[in-house]
T-cell receptor, first 114, second 113 residues
Framework: GENVEQHPSTLSVQEGDSAVIKCTYSDSASNYFPWYKQELGKGPQLIID?????GEKKDQRIAVTLNKTAKHFSLHITETQPEDSAVYFCAAFILTGGGNKLTFGTGTQLKVEL | KAGVTQTPRYLIKTRGQQVTLSCSPISGHRSVSWYQQTPGQGLQFLFEYFSETQRNKGNFPGRFSGRQFSNSRSEMNVSTLELGDSALYLC????????????FGPGTRLTVT
C-alpha cells in the first residue's frame, strides 16, 4: 500500500519568514495530494491540494509543488503569521472515482514565533 | 453551510465495553469516511460509506465496524474496547461530484481506561 513520509516533524520560524514542509510517497499510482492544517481541538482542514497533472499550485501565501518523477511534494508558506501555527499533514491517494482512502504523513508541528 | 458534526465530542469508556460514535455529514454529501488519529500511528483510514454501503476499508480488526443510514448519517462502533483504542476519531464527508476529500469534523475524543 501507499506510504507517505513527512519532514520535518517540528518547524519553528520567525514571523514573516517562509516555511517549507516536504513529503514523499511510495505508490506511483497516487494522483491526488492534499494538505491539511489541524489546530488544537479541531479536525484537519483542507488548505490546498494538487493533482498529479499539475506541477505547482498557489493560493495567496500558500503554494504546493509536486515532482512526480521523484515522488516528492512540498508545502510552502510565505510571510508566516502567528495564526499559521498548527500541525500540518500531507496526504496521498489515488483518484479512481471509486472509494476514498487517504494515506497521511506523520505531521509537522509549525510554530511561528513573534 | 454547516460543517461535519460529530457526537459526542468526548467519551470515557472502560476496557471491554463497546462504544458508538456518530457523524452527520455536510448537507447533500452522501459519502462518509472515518479515520483514527493517535500520537503514535497518526491519521489512519478506517472505512468509507456511500449510499449505506461500505466502499473501502482500512487495516483495522473486526471490532471496528460502521454503518450508514438513508439520511447519510453514519455511526461507527468499537466492541471490546482496548486501551490502544484511545484516540481521536474523525469523520469527513464528500459529495458524489467530489473526487477529493474536504474538511473533517471536530472528532470524538475516546479515552479507554
Amino acid at each position: 500500500g501507499e506510504n507517505v513520509e513527512q519532514h520535518p516533524s517540528t518547524l519553528s520560524v520567525q514571523e514573516g519568514d517562509s516555511a517549507v514542509i516536504k513529503c514523499t510517497y511510495s505508490d506511483s499510482a497516487s494522483n491526488y495530494f492534499p494538505w491539511y492544517k489541524q489546530e488544537l481541538g479541531k479536525g484537519p482542514q483542507l488548505i490546498i491540494d494538487i493533482r498529479s497533472n499539475v506541477g505547482e499550485k498557489k493560493d495567496q501565501r500558500i503554494a504546493v509543488t509536486l515532482n512526480k518523477t521523484a515522488k516528492h511534494f512540498s508545502l510552502h508558506i510565505t510571510e508566516t503569521q502567528p495564526e499559521d501555527s498548527a500541525v500540518y499533514f500531507c496526504a496521498a491517494f489515488i483518484l479512481t472515482g471509486g472509494g476514498n482512502k487517504l494515506t497521511f504523513g506523520t505531521g509537522t508541528q509549525l510554530k511561528v514565533e513573534l | 453551510k454547516a460543517g461535519v458534526t460529530q457526537t459526542p465530542r468526548y467519551l470515557i469508556k472502560t476496557r471491554g465495553q463497546q462504544v458508538t460514535l456518530s457523524c452527520s455529514p455536510i448537507s447533500g454529501h452522501r459519502s462518509v469516511s472515518w479515520y483514527q488519529q493517535t500520537p503514535g500511528q497518526g491519521l489512519q483510514f478506517l472505512f468509507e460509506y456511500f449510499s449505506e454501503t461500505q466502499r473501502n476499508k482500512g487495516n483495522f480488526p473486526g471490532r471496528f465496524s460502521g454503518r450508514q443510514f438513508s439520511n447519510s448519517r453514519s455511526e461507527m462502533n468499537v466492541s471490546t474496547l482496548e486501551l490502544g483504542d484511545s484516540a481521536l476519531y474523525l469523520c469527513a464527508s464528500r459529495s458524489l461530484r467530489d473526487t477529493t476529500q474536504g474538511d473533517f469534523g471536530p472528532g470524538t475524543r475516546l479515552t479507554v481506561t
